[in-house]
């Protein structure tokens, strides 16, 4: 059974129009990490949450903003999209013991057009 | 964050085994060596994780020298479906819950 789970999993949006994308996960864990990929490049750490403390890299741009309601949900916001932003958006989940391992989503394939 | 350098791609032939390195000098103390597979349109999936020496477990062992700057991936015997990329992560818990993804490599494995 899926534990992470991103909605969904094709999203086609219009050049300037907001758009978000959901991650919920079924295994209570504290962190939750929001990555986008682009094609044949490494997963780019967008922000993260440690319970309620949000943490944003510090190149991440302003365009992109993150809400995390509860413990199981976590959504990604952009606000306008431009054709840049088209990539894989991944969410990840980690529990709270040391150095335990991390949960990804199958991720949302985001088309901007 | 320690930094990770490794090989951008590599290939192999199904039943070899298959030995990825990563470079991670300035790696600390308390910083553990974790490695994730992906999948073309799939989410990294955890394979190992080691602090020093060898870990093994039923897919893959990971070889961490004294000095820990470097790590090396053993895939024994890959078969087709092992063509994927292969990150290397280096970090702590308490490096403020970060998990940063270096280069990766992606391997290739032919009939």
């Known amino acids: 059974d899926a534990m992470v789970i991103q909605n969904p999993r094709y999203q086609v949006t219009q050049f300037g129009k907001p758009v978000t994308l959901s991650c919920s996960q079924t295994l209570n864990h504290n962190v939750m990490y929001w990555y986008q990929q682009k094609s044949s490049q490494a997963p780019k750490l967008l922000f993260h949450y440690y319970d309620k403390d949000f943490n944003n890299e510090a190149d991440t741009p302003d365009n992109f903003q993150s809400r995390r309601p509860n413990t199981s949900f976590c959504f990604l916001d952009i606000r306008s999209p431009g054709l840049g932003d088209a990539a894989m958006y991944l969410c990840?989940?980690?529990?709270?013991?040391?150095?335990?391992?991390?949960?990804f989503g199958q991720g949302t394939r985001l088309t901007v057009v | 964050l320690a930094k990770t350098t490794q090989p951008i791609s590599m290939d192999s032939y199904e039943g070899q085994e298959v030995n990825i390195t990563c470079s991670h000098n300035n790696i600390a103390t308390n910083d553990y060596i974790t490695w994730y597979q992906q999948f073309p349109s799939q989410g990294p999936r955890f394979i190992i994780q080691?602090?020093?020496t060898k870990v093994t477990n039923e897919v893959a062992s990971l070889f961490i020298p004294a000095d820990r700057k470097s790590s090396t991936l053993s895939l024994p015997r890959v078969s087709l479906s092992d063509t994927a990329v292969y990150y290397c992560l280096v970090g702590g818990f308490n490096a403020g819950n970060m998990l940063t993804f270096g280069g990766g490599t992606r391997l290739m494995v032919k009939p």
């Open positions: 080691g602090y020093k």
């Open positions: 990840a989940t980690r529990g709270r013991m040391v150095n335990t391992e991390a949960f």
